[in-house]
Each structure stands twice: as C-alpha cells, then as structure tokens.
C-alpha cells in the first residue's frame, strides 16, 4: 500500500521559474511532514517541514503548502536555479508509529535550464 | 559536527555471499534507521533502533536481512546469500531521539549484487 504519493515522476523548468511538486497522503494519523532533496551519489538532506497545524511554511525560496481535508502537500521552489536541479522526496510520519520513521513518495526529478 | 557515516561507499558481490553494511550514527542520537532505496524509486523503512530497546524489524523484507546496533554507536546491516533484488542503495539516518521527527541521513552504501 502506498501511502504517499508523488507528483510529477520528473519536472522541468527555466531558471528563474517556480517548481512545483505534489504530494498525497492516505493515513490521517501522518503528522509530520518533510520534504528531502537528494543530488546523485548522496544521502537525501532535509529541506523544510511542516506540522499539520499550519498551511503554509517558507524557508528562503522553499514553501511547503498544506491541504489537510485534502490530505495533499507542495513544494513550491520560487527562482528556480540550475543548483537546484536534484531528487525531491516528501515524506509523512506519525508519533503514533514505532520510531516515527518516515514513509516516502516516489521522488521528482527537478531539472532547471540554464 | 560530523554526520552519519556509512561504510563501504560502493560493494559488489557475487550473488549468494554475505554482505555486511556498517553506519556510525550523529554522535548523541539514540535512533537509527535503515531504509532501502531501489533504482529511481522512493526510499523504504527495514529496521528501527531506540536506545537499548528492542530494535523493530518490521520493514525487513525476508530473514535473509538482519540488523545490530551496539548501545546508541554503530550499526551493521547484514545481508545473507544475496539475491540480484538485493541492489539497491542502503541509507542510515539518525535522529535525536525516535520521537523527534528530524532524521539526517548518510551518503549510503551502493550494493551491486552480480
């Protein structure tokens, strides 16, 4: 059963474009909720998160939107630059599951244009 | 401060040999975690660590796939008579505590299994 799911598998944009990514969730107990960014060779690196308690959460060019009577998540990368080409990942955990180990999305692959 | 560490980077093995992966968690995070990243897909959850409870396994896709942890330092993933849908990169993370939500992950380790 998959519990998160992705959007789009690959995405391509022009430096200086906004990226957007999506996320659904299914279990109503997730209560965190992170998006990592993963360059090839490299572990994946947390990017910015956010509690179901607020909509909206912005870190520099990074946002994360939340819908929770939708059970849907974005990130939105505003200026997008050629260094932000990489893996995306949300993920979902609960306090409810052992360890609150994360529960991932397929991944994006963001490439930006120059 | 340093961050989680994993060793080998990369490991080829013969199919049916062992295998054993090793991670060297933050210093001072009681919770470690393994999780499995197939080729172009999502990262998946095999064990959990809290301190010097007892580990949940409940991710671990056969008893070929076991795992030890020494107090809160070191980790072995061991791998018995590998299997070619055994490659796959395996990545560790740490986290403060299993219900402090932020886990910071390793470079992983690359295993090809011919």
């Known amino acids: 059963q998959q519990q998160v799911k992705q959007s789009p598998q690959s995405l391509i944009v022009q430096k200086g474009g906004i990226s957007i990514i999506n996320c659904a969730y299914e279990n109503t107990a997730f209560d965190y909720f992170p998006w990592y960014q993963q360059f090839p060779g490299k572990g994946p690196a947390l990017l910015i998160a956010i509690r179901p308690d607020v909509s909206e959460k912005k870190e520099g060019r990074f946002t994360i939107s939340f819908n929770k009577s939708a059970k849907q998540f974005s990130l939105h990368i505003m200026d997008s630059q050629p260094g932000d080409s990489a893996t995306y990942f949300c993920a979902a955990s609960s306090h409810e599951t052992s360890g609150s180990r994360l529960t991932f999305g397929e991944g994006t692959q963001l490439t930006v244009n120059p | ?114």
């Open chain 2, 1 to 114: 401060g340093a961050g989680v560490s994993q060793s080998p980077s990369n490991k080829v093995t013969e199919k049916g040999k062992d295998v054993e992966l090793r991670c060297d968690p933050i210093s001072g995070h009681t919770a470690l975690y393994w999780y499995r990243q197939r080729l172009g897909q999502g990262l998946e959850f095999l064990i959990y660590f809290q301190g010097n409870s007892a580990p949940d396994k409940s991710g671990l896709p056969s008893d070929r796939f076991s795992a030890e942890r020494t107090g809160e330092s070191v980790s072995t993933l061991t791998i018995q008579r590998t299997q070619q849908e055994d490659s796959a990169v395996y990545l560790c993370a740490s986290s403060l505590s299993g219900g402090s939500y932020e886990q910071y992950f390793g470079p992983g380790t690359r295993l090809t299994v011919t």
